[in-house]
C-alpha cells in the first residue's frame, strides 16, 4: 500500500472519503514537503509523515447503503459523485486518487506471531520482512481478504517492548502482529463503484481505526484504550495498546435505529424523527422532563388537524431502551476481546450518535466507569463544521493518509514461503489492486 500511496501524494493532491451509512463526508488534501518527509523510515505509527492541509470539503446524504456495505450502486455512485464534485468546486482541483473507509464488511480480528532467527547479527529489512512472513496465517476464509496487517510488538532475543528493531544487535527476532479481514466483495464493491465515479482507489482503511486515530490522545493508544465509533448504520469499535491497534469489530446497530423506533413509536416520518433525536433527544429523564412539551410539526396542509404535543419523558423512553441494546453489545465485544486484561481501560465514544446527550452517563454504567465524549483532533484548514464527532472517521482518514503504520505487504520478503497459500495470495492480491 505505501508504494501506492507515495505515488498519489507524489501528485500533491488526494482525495479522502467516509462512505457511511447516513452520510458520505470528502475532505481534499494538498500535501507539502513531501520530498523531505515521503523518504522516512520506521516501523512507528507514524512512520512517513507528510505534512497537508484541506482545501476542499463536502458532506451529503448517503444512498444505496447499508449497514457499511454498497446495496445498490447507481445510488452510491450518484451519492459519491455529489460529494466529490462538491469538494473539487471548493479546492479549485482535480483528483484522480482518493483514499476511502469502510465500515462494514463483517471484520475480524486476528492475533499472529513469528520468529526467526537474525543471520548477520544485525537486524535489517530483510529480518523484518522474514519474520512478519513466518507468521502463521489462520485459514481465514476463501471469500475475506486482509486489510490491515501491523505489527505490534517485537521482541530481539529476551528483550520486548520493541517498536522499531532494525539496527540492533541480536540472535532472534519475534514480532506479534495484528491482522484484520473482511470480506472481499465489500472492498470489490467499494473499487468498482470509484472506478464508475473515474476516480482510483490509492488506500483503504477500516472506519473503526480511523475514527480510534482522530480520537484518542497519545496516552490513551499507549496505555490501552477502546473507541466506539457510534455511526448511523453501524457501531465500530477499535481496541489500542501500545500505540497500536490489536482488535476491531464492527456492529451493525447505530443511532439509525433509534430514528426508526421513534418514527414507529410516535407514528412520524424518518425526517422528522431524526429532527426530534437530534433537537430534543436524550436519554436520561429528569423531573422537568414530564413538563417539557415538544410540539410534532405536520407534514401536510392540515397544520390544525394534525398537530400534536408529546413531552421530552415519553421520546427518552422511546429512545433509551435501544442506546442501551447496543452499549450492551458493545459491552459483550469488549468482553470476547479482553479488554479488561489492559492495564488502563478508558473507553472513548465519538460518531454522530455519541451526541445524544447523557449517553456518556449510561455508557459508563453498563460498559465502565472512564468514559470520555470524544472530538477529532484539529488539522490544518479544517472547516469548523467538520470538527464533530460525526467526522471522526473522516479527519482519522486524513491522518492515516499523512502518517500511515507500515503493514506486512510493505516489505517483500526474502521468501514467500512463509505460511502458506494464504501469505502469496494476499502479497498477489494487493500487488494487483493497489
Partial sequence: M??????????????????????????????????EKIEADGVGSLAGQSGFQVIGSALTRSRGMEYGEIVSMPETERAIRTALQSAQKLANSRVDHVIACISGGSPRSYGLEGAVDIKTGIVDDNDIADVLGSCGIPAYGSDREVLHAQPVNFSL?????????????????????????????????????????????????SASYASA??????????????????????????????KHMIFAESIKMGGGLVTRDISLGLQIPLSTAERLKTRNGG????????REMIEIASETEDWEGER??????????????????????????????????????KIVLTGGASQI???????????????????????????????????????????????????????SPRSRSFGGKSVSRAFRWFRDNW
Avoid at 216 to 228: H, N, R
Avoid at 283 to 290: N, R
Avoid at 370 to 388: D, E, K, T
Wanted: hydrophobic share 40%; charged share 25%; net charge negative.
Fill in 2 to 35: 505505501r508504494a501506492m500511496r507515495t505515488a498519489a501524494l507524489q501528485r500533491g493532491v488526494v482525495a479522502v472519503l467516509d462512505v457511511g451509512s447516513s452520510k458520505i463526508g470528502c475532505l481534499i488534501l494538498k500535501f507539502e514537503g513531501l520530498e
Fill in 157 to 205: 532475543d529476551h528483550r520486548t517492548g520493541l517498536s522499531d528493531p532494525r539496527g540492533q544487535i541480536g540472535k532472534k527476532l519475534s514480532v506479534d502482529m495484528h491482522m484484520l479481514t473482511v470480506k472481499e466483495k465489500t472492498i470489490h464493491d467499494l473499487a468498482y463503484c470509484l472506478k464508475r465515479c473515474d476516480l482510483e482507489l490509492a488506500g483503504v482503511a
Fill in 213 to 242: 486515530l482522530s480520537s484518542l490522545v497519545e496516552d490513551e493508544k499507549e496505555l490501552g484504550a477502546a473507541c466506539i465509533d457510534l455511526g448511523g448504520g453501524s457501531t465500530n469499535l477499535a481496541i489500542f495498546w501500545k
Fill in 283 to 290: 436519554v436520561v429523564a429528569t423531573g422537568l422532563d414530564d
Fill in 308 to 345: 400534536r404535543m408529546i413531552s421530552r419523558s415519553d421520546l427518552i423512553g422511546i429512545m433509551r431502551p435501544r442506546v442501551e441494546e447496543i452499549l450492551e453489545e458493545v459491552r459483550s465485544s469488549l468482553t470476547n476481546a479482553g479488554f479488561e486484561d489492559l492495564p488502563s481501560q
Fill in 357 to 411: 446527550p447523557g449517553i456518556d452517563n449510561i455508557a459508563s454504567k453498563i460498559i465502565g466507569q472512564q468514559v470520555r465524549l470524544g472530538r477529532p483532533m484539529r488539522i490544518h484548514r479544517l472547516p469548523q463544521a467538520y470538527s464533530g464527532p460525526s467526522c471522526a472517521g473522516l479527519v482519522g482518514l486524513s491522518l492515516f493518509a499523512a502518517h500511515p503504520q507500515d503493514e506486512w505487504w510493505d516489505f
